[in-house]
């Protein structure tokens, strides 16, 4: 696609229920990262995928919260058992190569969690 | 583990005035890349600047150029000649170039006033 593209843009679920965000990388790119940023607040790192590898999950800050990624495609992010807490905007972006010379990281318009 | 630092939580620039938002970090990595990014109230984050680590000459973009102290490490953004779409929060970002993991600081959101 022409960009990273996140579903749903919007999401309000109940206390105690599980979601699924969704995020579609730009095609080719091997490197795919999640954030979480609550209300005016800073990009929380939460996992990075690259290529094959095994992910970096050093971010993720809870046992309910868990990613994958298809190959180098789309990737989710489950969160389940929602708590309020856990209302905020998620971010996915992705990049041609991770760490490599000129590497841009390019985002998606994220994900609204909102859990009442 | 690195982290990346921004003190100024809100800042405020008159239009056409010049203004620094300030960043530092810490890593023991020497193969690493920094950026700043914009985030607009439409929450689209857009690229602003990057800068190779290995590079001593700082980095220019029109109206936006960066100090970066390698040794103290420091990185700084400086917007010339405000304007008022340069209102948004902007975000200080590490880049490891040994791992490929990207952190960003709190973020500083500036208001350019007419």
């Known amino acids: 696609g022409a960009g990273v593209s996140q579903s749903p843009s919007n999401k309000v679920t109940e206390k105690g229920k599980d979601v699924e965000l969704r995020c579609d990388p730009i095609?080719?790119?091997?490197?795919l990262y999640w954030y979480r940023q609550r209300l005016g607040q800073g990009l929380e790192f939460l996992i990075y995928?690259?290529?094959?590898?095994?992910?970096?999950k050093s971010g993720l800050p809870s046992d309910r919260f868990s990613a994958e990624r298809t190959g180098e495609s789309v990737s989710t992010l489950t969160i389940q058992r929602t708590q309020q807490e856990d209302s905020a905007v998620y971010l996915c972006?992705?990049?041609?190569?991770?760490?490599?010379?000129?590497?841009?990281?390019?985002f998606g318009q994220g994900t609204r969690l909102t859990v009442v | 583990a690195q982290t990346v630092t921004q003190s100024q939580p809100e800042m405020s620039v008159q239009e056409a005035e010049t203004v620094t938002l300030s960043c530092t970090y810490d890593?023991?990595?020497?193969?690493?890349?920094l950026f700043w990014y914009k985030q607009p109230p439409s929450r689209q984050m857009i690229l602003v600047i990057r800068?190779?680590?290995?590079?001593?000459q700082n980095a220019t973009e029109n109206r936006f150029s960066v100090n970066f102290q390698k040794a103290a490490k420091s990185f700084s953004l400086k917007i010339s000649d405000s304007q008022l779409g340069d209102t948004a929060m902007y975000f200080c970002?590490?880049?490891?170039?040994?791992?490929?993991?990207?952190?960003f600081g709190q973020g500083t959101t500036l208001q350019v006033k007419p």
């Open positions: 800068q190779e680590a290995y590079k001593q």
């Open positions: 972006a992705s990049s041609l190569v991770g760490g490599a010379m000129n590497t841009e990281a390019f």
């Open positions: 890593t023991s990595e020497n193969n690493y890349y």
């Open positions: 095609s080719g790119h091997t490197a």
């Open positions: 970002a590490f880049l490891s170039g040994n791992t490929g993991k990207l952190i």
């Open positions: 995928f690259q290529g094959n590898s095994a992910p970096d």
